[in-house]
């Protein structure tokens, strides 16, 4: 059976600024599982492109292997595209970023296709401090492959063959902090309120922009104590406030409302309360986002929200002082510059 999607527009649908509408954004239809966490991701990366008003040939997409490197497939299917081999995505986005900085990078990874074979690579485009957003949709397990844990897994959290994980998880948000990423941040698949600002400002961010995204597996991640499932995201959700995202300026704002609570309603209809932290929280403060990070670990609690944020990022291409311009637009005079320049370059050495 095949699925096609309609052609047909309705004339009053909605456009933004530059005269794009949603579906402009949109992909391929997703072969992933009914349900899946990841395919909210899509939705919510095609809500951010859309609202920020980003022509998708101006976007490169690039992933490794596994169930959330498929699905760059199913958004911005107008833009550039490359599935690379497994954990190797970052050195693909270093490479393709160095030859052209005029691109917007999106790189989609797996906990394991990160905190595993990829773990090396992802060290080292940290904390070069590439200019792009590094997005893992992370449901604690292998997939593709039946569900077995991965290095993202929680402690004594029990796959659905009911074994406890016997090792300790990886908190690639911790990492991501101790490397040096310029902006991290952590969401949930099934909060679009939140996810949406964060990915905006992520790509606008100038620099590594990190979001791990807790993206459940429905099929073999979902099961009664599994610390990744549904259910558990939902009952050990604590946010650090609500995130705003100001295009103008290309700035983040959060706004606190100390010791409230909120209910939010997601895309199944049920509702989870989220619990705002005190206004004393700096995401200008490493330090503090670590400590934060580990003591809601302690609590059993899955931190959400912007972490950390550097004004002052200064990306790869500004630490390496290199040209402004595409390689693919350089000439053999600017490659070349002559026997005169290289004449200079020899007399300053004697």
């Known amino acids: 059976m095949s699925y096609i999607r309609p052609k047909i527009r309705h004339p009053e649908t909605p456009i933004n600024d530059i005269g794009y509408t949603r579906k402009?954004?949109?992909?391929?239809?997703?072969?992933?599982?009914?349900g899946c966490g990841h395919d909210s991701i899509s939705a919510a990366i095609v809500q951010a492109c859309f609202e920020l008003n980003i022509e998708p040939h101006k976007v490169a997409k690039l992933s490794g292997i596994g169930c959330s490197s498929k699905t760059p497939t199913y958004f911005l299917g107008n833009s550039h595209g490359f599935n690379s081999v497994h954990g190797r995505m970052p050195s693909v986005?270093?490479?393709?970023?160095?030859?052209?900085?005029?691109m917007i990078y999106i790189g989609v990874s797996g906990d394991g296709d990160t905190a595993s074979i990829g773990m090396g690579q992802f060290a080292h485009v940290v904390r070069r401090n590439l200019n792009m957003l590094y997005l893992v949709e992370n449901n604690g397990c292998y997939g593709l492959t039946k569900g077995q844990d991965s290095a993202t897994s929680d402690f004594?959290?029990?796959?659905?063959?009911?074994?406890?994980?016997?090792?300790?998880?990886?908190?690639?948000?911790?990492?991501?902090?101790?490397?040096?990423?310029?902006?991290?941040?952590?969401?949930?698949s099934g909060d679009k309120e939140q996810l949406v600002p964060l990915i905006k400002a992520a790509l606008c961010h100038e620099g590594f922009a990190f979001i791990d995204v807790m993206s459940p597996c429905v099929t073999?991640?979902?099961?009664?104590?599994?610390?990744?499932?549904?259910?558990?995201?939902?009952?050990?959700?604590?946010?650090?406030?609500?995130?705003d995202f100001v295009p103008m300026k290309d700035e983040i704002t959060t706004h606190y409302k100390p010791g409230s609570s909120q209910e939010v309603t997601l895309h199944d209809g049920s509702v989870v309360r989220l619990q705002?932290?005190?206004?004393?929280?700096?995401?200008?403060?490493?330090?503090?986002?670590?400590?934060?990070?580990?003591?809601?670990?302690?609590?059993?609690k899955e931190l959400t929200g912007l972490l950390y944020l550097d004004p002052d990022s200064k990306e790869l291409h500004e630490l390496l002082g290199t040209t402004q311009r595409p390689l693919r637009s350089l000439t053999e005079e600017d490659l070349c510059p002559g026997v005169?320049?290289?004449?200079?370059?020899n007399l300053s050495f004697q």
């Open 24 to 34: 402009n954004y949109e992909g391929s239809l997703s072969t992933l599982c009914a």
């Open 93 to 102: 986005a270093t490479g393709a970023n160095m030859a052209n900085r005029d």
């Open 156 to 188: 004594e959290s029990i796959s659905k063959k009911g074994v406890p994980n016997p090792f300790e998880a990886i908190d690639l948000c911790g990492i991501a902090l101790q490397l040096g990423a310029t902006m991290v941040a952590r969401s949930f």
């Open 220 to 243: 073999f991640n979902n099961n009664k104590g599994s610390t990744k499932s549904y259910e558990y995201v939902r009952d050990h959700i604590e946010t650090l406030g609500v995130v």
């Open 276 to 300: 705002k932290l005190d206004e004393d929280y700096d995401p200008h403060d490493r330090r503090a986002a670590l400590d934060k990070l580990k003591e809601s670990q302690e609590q059993g």
């Open 340 to 345: 005169n320049v290289l004449e200079k370059i």
